[in-house]
Each structure stands twice: as C-alpha cells, then as structure tokens.
C-alpha cells in the first residue's frame, strides 16, 4: 500500500487524474442504475434494456478511431476537460424525459454522452504514460483500477438508495455535477513540453493518422493480440450486465435478503449491492494478484490467463446461484478476473506501444471492445426475447464462451511465453 500513498503524494499530475476520477466516476454509478430503473419503468422491456446497453457501447465502438487520431495529434488535457464539460450539459437532459414518448430522446442524449466518453477513455489510457515512469505504471493501473472499483462499489450503493429514495433526476444532477468538478482537476495537469509537437510532426492528417495506427498494429501482429485481450474478456461478461438487471428485477425474488432490500429501496437497492460487490472484486483482486505476482512481464501475461478461468467460473456460479449471496460469490470470482485482466492488459500495452501510436492503439482497442459488448449484449436480449431462454440459460452460454476464451489465451501464452518484452520501452515520458 506504502507504494499507492508514494505515487499519490509524490506525482502532483497523477493526484489531479485520480481525483477527477473519483469525481467523474462515482457520478456514472449514479447515473447507470437511474437509467436502467427509468428505462425499465417506461418501458417493462427486456429488449429496451438491452438497447440502452447498446446506445451506451455503440457511440463507443463509432467514434474511437477519431478519438485515437485526435489523441494523438492534439494535447490531451485539452481533449479530456472538454469532453467532461460537454458530458455534464448532456446529462442534464436526461431531465426531460418524463414519459414513454420521451424514450428515443434518452437514448439520443445517451448516445451523445457516450460519444463523448469515446474520446475521454482511450485519451486518458494514452495519456497515463505520459505522467508516471514506467515503473510506475503497473501501480497507477491497479490503483485506477482499485479507484474505479471503489467508485463502483460506493457510486453504485449510493446510486440505488439516492435513487430509491429521492428519484432519479437527483442522480442526473449529481452526475452533471461530477462531470463539472472532474473537468475543473483534469485541467490543472501540466504535461511535459514537446509531446504534442512530438507527436504533430509524425502527423500525416486526419484519415490518413488512422490508417498509419491500422499498418502499425498489422506490422506488430503480437501487439495486435495484446490489444485484443479486454475484447476477449468484453465478448464473455457483457452480456452479464444486462442479465444482473434482470436477476435484481425477477429472479432473486424468493431470497429473503433481496426481499428486505426491496422493502427498503426497490430493486435498485439490490443492484446497487451487486455493483458493490463488483466493485470489491475489480479493486482488490489486480491490487492483491500485483502483490503476489509484481510487475514482471511474463508474470503479468499469466496472471491474464488465470483471469480469464476465474472469470469463466464466476459466471457459471452466476447461473446456479440458489441466492443473493451465491450471486455475490459469483460476482466477486468473475469481477477478480474481469478486474485483473484490465489492469495488466492496459500495463503491458503502456510499456510496449510508442507514444506516437498510443491514442490509436488504445482507440483501437476501445472500439473493438465496446463491439464485443454491443454484441454480448445483443445476444442477451435476442436469446430471452425471441429464443425463449431463461436469463440462467443465457447466463451458462455465456460461461460456455468464457472457457473457449480461457482455452485461446492459455494456448496463446504456451506458445509466446519466451517472447521478451523488456527490450521494447517507452519513447517518452514525464
């Protein structure tokens, strides 16, 4: 932990991203669970829900290669505050939807804040190298990671009771309101001089930046690979997103811990402790597994494999569990291998991709990710609403293509494991 407290009191630039973190982030939580409750009220459709996933995911998937150019040609500080400022006015729309009628005007305004986030993320991923030495990055990763978790696990508690209690357009409020203060942090981040002019001069302009990253990433196919692990691991848990929604709504209805949870708050109450869990899971499982296994490389690349087999076995307890406390089991196994695998994918890319492709390979990796989950999703909604599945069925099938992701990647590794990484290193940083 000394490690943690080091680099936060130690990187004044890696402070001011963490807070606004924490500020941006514990409004999403907010801002998730209000959705889906208003979404399921208005609509009492598992179809509904699933497209709200979508709308969230797709603008994701559409506009990263622009984010990655954009990442990569111009200062990324500037990029970020913008992007928070124009979230926090979206997001205050979310108030006019009062009714059924209102319904395509959320997921408008849905897909427009989500756009937005599509130049936030990868721009922040890039720039995280930017502000840490290299090694630093495998602890600022798991403790963006524990952070995210925590603000998952407090935003989503909160969320469901604030929800609960007081309605959800004090969620949105709130939401605008951490956007606003997150914005306000990022901006007083200094970055080094010269990365912008840096990167400005490989710039070869627009479309033809996006095709430089596509002709990186094809001339360093074991990067290309690397940059497809979270969508791996997408294509396996996003369907889970949706289906916790409708495991609070239906079908841990017998549970006596579910019922008393409703009595006091409705299902938001419960999915609100289930995101705790997850947040639980996520934060602690990469910070203990660091602890246990460091920073090396190869390490790392196998604790992604074991991620991927604890992420398999969380979700088939998901769909056996008898109840809400089985279901917390399940949760906390799959959301330590989910957790895991995120934090040593995104730290062995930072060390291995120059800073000159950074913004297009992690836009990249961002946009096939999110298709992953639009297409997870998808399946979700189709394989209740037209196939007939139970949400358990749908729940197994997606263990089922857990284990051939876990079978892939261990294959992978036996083949790669001598491959060293460590003479591939950062170009710059602060």
Known sequence: MNTYIALLRGNRNYRYLWFSAISSQIGDWFNLIASASLIQEL?????????????????????SPLAGVLADRFNRRTLMVASDMLRACTVLGFLLVRDAGHVWLFYLLTALQFSLSAIYTPTGT?????IVRRDELVTANALNSFTWSTMLAVGSLLGGVATGLFGRSAAFVMDAATFLVAGWLMSRIVLPAGLQEARAATSRGGWLDFVDGLRYLRGEPYILVLALIKTSGSLVYGAINVLEIDYAEDVLVVDRLAVGLRAVGGSALVLGLIYTVSGIGTGFGPLLLRRWLGDATERMRWAIVASFWALTAGILILAMAPSLAWFGVGTLVRTVGSGTLWVFSSSILQMVVPDRMRGRVFAFEFAVLTLAQSLSITWAGVAQDSLGWTIRQVTASAAGVGLVAAVVWLLFQLRTRRRPLGDMVLETGP
């Open 43 to 63: 609509t009492s459709s598992g179809s509904a829900v699933s497209l709200l996933f979508l709308v969230r995911f797709v603008p994701l998937f559409l506009f």
């Open 126 to 130: 890039a720039m995280l190298a930017n």
